[in-house]
């Protein structure tokens, strides 16, 4: 005898799924951002100096970015869901045991197991969207709820993080994500998604060649801020050989990291650019600008996350209305505006440090490049998700997410090492890197008008 399922009933649970998929998100991003505040307290308590400081962030972020190209493989492989509800148990976990490390090596050690969980959540995530809305113009309409509710976690991240620090220290912003990650499991644990196995394969030499070349490449910058110059030129030619044989393994592989057909499609290659100049801005700023907030401007580590509130609050009101625009009028228009905006913000970092300029200008700065972001990423995984082969959206969401990350990654390492030359030459190299990436991407639409 067959059962008939109400409408109303799997309306209602699609969107719990939704709502469960897209606090996932939220908790990983949250991992992210928490940690920003909780900087000066941390170095204090472990000991540790900036380089220090940067390797707690990019050990979370080098493994992160690298696993996304194969986390979205292995979601399509074997069940977007199943992967997502393991990664989120393993996350849950990891996060409870950093809130106990007992030196510096262990929570990088736990912050890495965290990037694995954090990896294999993301594709899946994007993978379990496009099963619940097969059409395009629902599952825009998703997308822009999923990036709303994340996007909270950047604007929830500085404040909890600031207020947690302040009342118990470093260590309590890492217990929040054990509560969240029992709360995502038990919303998806119905029957609303349900992703088929596939069949590809993983090409697991190309995936540690492809970690390692992030590796050594964040390990490089991070001596050259610290003008470690021989430290610099050990690290950077083991990255131009891990690199290399990065290649050679792509070439030979049958089932390469990076998934050629994807990146053939018009203009993805310039908007996973945008993207990783994105996370670049992004996540650069909140490793420098809380650093300049409590190290030079004695603020405490409350009012610091309140003072991030320009950047973080678009990030929460934006994104449906970036949803109802890119129906409308497609992702290009407002990834363009976006890119437009994070230069100009930056540019208006920059300028405010320099001249030594009050909050409001800085205010300025934080709520042009929190608008640019809100913008941007969500066009981008909407475009993305429509130039997908059929049975590979796990897999871009996966390309998507791992540039953006290793964006990340370098804008850590980077403007974290300008940090000690100047706050401003940081910030003002995030602006020069959205600048070069939307033009290049403002270009590639004269050849390509898809993404």
Do not use: K
Not at 82 to 107: E, H, I, K, N, Y
Not at 314 to 330: D, K, L, S, W
Not at 335 to 357: H, K
């Amino acid at each position: 005898m067959t059962t008939l399922r109400s409408p109303a009933r799997e309306t209602t649970g699609h969107g719990l799924a939704l709502f469960g998929i897209a606090l996932g998100y939220f908790m990983v991003l949250l991992d992210m951002t928490v940690l920003s505040v909780a900087e000066p307290d941390l170095a204090a308590s472990l000991h540790t100096s900036v380089s220090g400081l940067q390797w707690a962030t990019t050990g979370y972020t080098v493994v992160f970015g690298a696993l996304l190209l194969s986390a979205g493989a292995v979601a399509d492989r074997y069940g977007a869901h199943r992967v997502f509800r393991v990664a989120v148990a393993v996350f849950g976990l990891g996060a409870l045991l950093s809130a106990f490390a007992p030196a510096l090596g262990v929570l990088i050690a736990l912050r890495v197991v965290l990037g694995v969980a954090g990896a294999a959540c993301v594709p899946a995530s994007m993978a379990m969207i496009a099963r619940l809305y097969p059409v395009p113009a629902e599952r825009t309409r998703a997308v822009a709820v999923w990036a709303s509710v994340s996007g909270a976690a950047v604007a929830a991240g500085p404040i909890a993080g600031g207020v947690l620090v302040d009342l118990v220290g470093w260590r309590a912003i890492f217990w929040v994500n054990v509560p969240i990650a029992l709360a995502v499991l038990a919303l998806v644990a119905g029957p609303a998604v349900h992703c088929p196995r596939g069949d590809r394969r993983i090409d697991w030499a190309a995936q540690l060649a492809a970690c390692a070349v992030l590796a050594l490449l964040t390990d490089a910058l991070i001596a050259a801020g610290a003008r470690s110059w021989a430290h610099v030129a050990g690290s950077g030619a083991a990255t131009v050989l891990a690199a290399a044989g990065f290649a050679v393994l792509e070439r030979r592989s049958a089932a390469p990291v990076l998934d050629r057909v994807l990146l053939r499609a018009g203009g993805v290659r310039a908007g996973l650019a945008a993207g990783a100049a994105v996370n670049f801005a992004l996540n650069g700023g909140l490793f420098v600008l809380p650093l300049l907030l409590q190290e030079q401007r004695h603020l405490g580590a409350a009012v610091s996350g309140l003072a991030f509130l320009p950047l973080t609050l678009p990030f929460v009101a934006n994104p449906p209305v970036t949803g109802r625009i890119v129906a409308r009028v497609g992702p290009r228009p407002p990834i363009l505006a976006g890119m437009a905006l994070l230069t100009l913000g930056g540019a208006a970092l920059g300028w405010a440090v320099a001249a030594g300029a009050g909050y409001a200008v800085l205010a300025a700065g934080l709520l042009l490049t929190g608008f640019g972001v809100s913008f941007v990423l969500p066009s981008l995984v909407a475009a993305i998700l429509d130039v997908a082969p059929e049975g590979t959206a796990g897999a871009a969401g996966g390309t998507l997410n791992a540039v953006r990350q290793t964006g990340a990654t370098l804008g850590v390492a980077a403007m974290g090492g300008l940090y000690g030359h100047g706050a401003a030459y940081a910030l003002l190299l995030a602006a020069a890197v959205c600048l070069a990436a939307g033009t290049w991407f403002a270009r590639a639409g004269g050849r390509a008008r898809r993404v």
